[in-house]
């Protein structure tokens, strides 16, 4: 497959500057050399050379598009797996009743023959020697899946410059089910894929009493086949395929035997799709109209686009007028001069470096569809979404944006720093920016996530909580502040008898510290001091009331800072434990 852009193919080239290229036969072509084209208005591809006289070539070749060539990678493919395993396989394109070159690929093993159809030119044979293998536009119709219980089908996606196989699993009432061929097998029973498995086992599996009470109904065979045409009808719009959305329209026409709710949602279906159809073919239709008036007015700039979507969505089953059409497109580009070819250049490489930005832009709000802050760890993510964004222009979608506008004003705000408060806290309160209630998970309030939870709180509902803390620090600090001026303010006495000194005692004074321990008195001094707990007999520390937090004779103390887990303190509070000391113990029961 040659490179479809420009600085591909100058790789291309150079890669295979010694080599030659001819028009393949087994693609349909004249077996001519070939050159290649170099285009930055439309995709690159190869060309012929002109004839003696100077006059384009003539090619039989009809099919041009990228699935021209997939019986070829059908081919490639097929052998590259059999090689794996250690089997070996002779393949042949066969051409019978005068089928054009590629509608089928045989491929022979020692025991067993697959053939592939990749179009309708010839009708799959069955129970003759050969398993066939049917492409997306083969129909098969009820019968012969019940008969067989399950068919192959083949498709190839496109995956850069090449072609990849996969292999799906089509039984009666049943979705298709696709699989690499990694996945696949060849066994007794031929062809076989994980779904055959289940199909097998399933068909297989003894079947339950007919007095079992819990028999399931069976669903009736015409209502079971209108569903699955519904599904493959839906498979088909998804994939805007109008061949295989009219092959399923004649199916459900032909279906028999269902009546009711279902027999209105067939005729619903049928109804959508041909308008879905209609429209389609209007889209088509303006496309070439766009095309052909481009052409006739000399625009070669949007020729050049319309010439890109024609390629991209309208390469195959042209009519004869879509056919002229294109042709006279690609002749008046072949007459433009060298300045206007260099202006087309330049515009469509600005025209691929805003895609490329708006590919980028949609990648960071992918990234970023998880987050409703600006936060730090986010700065690099939201400078690229920027830029980008600056240089897609109106490439972007209106959805796409808005988003965009939302992060631009959060990033002049500036970028928020995180907080970080475990969440067995934050979560006992409730958050005041997305109104989580208490003992939920915050939420996200902006971007296309809105509704989903959030990977951490909200800062305004963390603020809360060191708000909190900060407080609690602020009151303990005063506290000991006042505490510690209260006790300096009252002089320091201890009675010191003299040895042997029996007589009456004498009065108290303050001791002195030595000179080489004064640091240490300091330190015992303030630790005394602090640690008023030491100082009352553990039975009167919850004797009288708490003067902070308003626990009663006989309660614990709230734990309104926040020491320890547990909701009650360990310790009863300063406040309560001065109040003990600076109670008169001698005052009798009844006085106090």
């Not at 129909?139 to 850069?160: M, Q």
């Not at 004869?320 to 206007?340: C, M, P, R």
Request: aromatic share 4%; net charge positive; hydrophobic share 35%.
């Amino acid at each position: 497959m040659l490179p479809l852009e420009a600085i591909e193919l100058d790789a291309f080239r150079h890669r295979h500057q010694h080599d030659t290229f001819w028009c393949g036969l087994l693609l349909g072509g004249c077996g001519l050399q070939l050159t290649t084209k170099l285009y930055t208005d439309r995709v690159c591809h190869f060309a012929h050379h002109p004839g003696p006289d100077g006059h384009p070539h003539l090619c039989g070749r009809r099919s041009r598009g990228v699935n021209s060539a997939d019986h070829l990678y059908v081919k490639a493919a097929a052998d590259t797996w059999l090689r794996n395993r250690g089997e070996q396989a002779g393949f042949e394109f066969a051409q019978p009743d005068g089928a054009p070159i590629g509608s089928l690929v045989d491929i022979h093993l020692e025991h067993r023959r697959l053939r592939v159809h990749l179009d309708q030119a010839v009708a799959p044979v069955w129970d003759h020697g050969s398993e066939p293998v049917l492409g997306m536009s083969v129909p098969v119709d009820r019968d012969t899946l019940i008969r067989r219980w399950y068919v192959h089908r083949i498709r190839l996606d496109s995956d850069g410059t090449a072609r990849r196989v996969q292999i799906g699993t089509e039984a009666f009432a049943r979705p298709t089910e696709w699989f690499g061929l990694d996945d696949c097998a060849m066994t007794e029973r031929g062809l076989s894929t994980p779904a055959v498995e289940k199909i097998v086992q399933a068909r297989t599996a003894p079947r339950p009493s007919l007095w079992s009470t819990g028999k399931a109904r069976k669903t009736p065979e015409p209502e079971a086949r209108a569903q699955a045409l519904l599904r493959r009808l839906a498979d088909a719009r998804r994939i805007e395929s109008v061949s295989l959305v009219k092959q399923v329209c004649g199916e459900i026409d032909d279906l028999t035997g269902v009546t009711g709710e279902l027999q209105e949602q067939l005729k619903a279906g049928v109804r959508h799709a041909g308008i879905w159809l209609v429209e389609q073919s209007e889209k088509r239709r303006k496309l070439f109209d766009s095309l052909n008036r481009a052409v006739a007015e000399q625009e070669p700039g949007q020729v050049r686009r319309l010439l890109i979507r024609v390629n991209a969505t309208a390469s195959g089953d042209r009519t004869e007028a879509e056919v002229a059409i294109h042709e006279s497109a690609i002749k008046f580009f072949a007459g433009l001069d060298n300045l206007t070819r260099d202006a087309l250049e330049a515009e469509a490489a600005t025209e691929k470096k805003a895609q490329q930005a708006a590919t980028r832009v949609r990648s960071a709000l992918h990234r970023l569809r998880g987050y409703d802050t600006y936060t730090l760890d986010l700065r690099s993510q939201v400078e690229e979404l920027l830029r980008s964004a600056a240089s897609a222009g109106e490439l972007l979608k209106r959805g796409e944006a808005r988003r965009v506008e939302v992060w631009k004003k959060w990033a002049a705000l500036g970028p928020q720093e995180q907080l970080h408060v475990a969440r067995r806290y934050w979560i006992q309160r409730s958050c005041p920016r997305c109104n989580a209630e208490q003992g939920k998970n915050c939420v996200l309030v902006d971007g296309p996530s809105s509704g989903k939870a959030r990977h951490a709180g909200h800062n305004e509902r963390l603020q809360l909580i060191l708000n909190e803390r900060k407080a609690a620090q602020e009151l303990v600090r005063q506290q000991r502040t006042a505490q510690q001026e209260a006790e300096a303010s009252i002089p320091r006495m201890q009675q010191i008898p003299e040895k042997g000194d029996v007589g009456p005692s004498r009065p108290l004074q303050e001791p002195r510290p030595k000179a080489h321990r004064k640091g240490q008195g300091q330190k015992a001094e303030k630790k005394a001091a602090v640690r008023l707990h030491h100082q009352v007999p553990r039975g009167d520390w919850y004797r009288m009331m708490c003067p902070r937090c308003d626990a009663g004779p006989g309660k614990l103390c709230d734990n309104d800072d926040r020491v320890g887990p547990s909701e009650k303190r360990q310790l009863p509070h300063d406040e309560r434990l001065r109040r003990v000391l600076q109670s008169n113990d001698r005052i009798s029961p009844g006085e106090k």
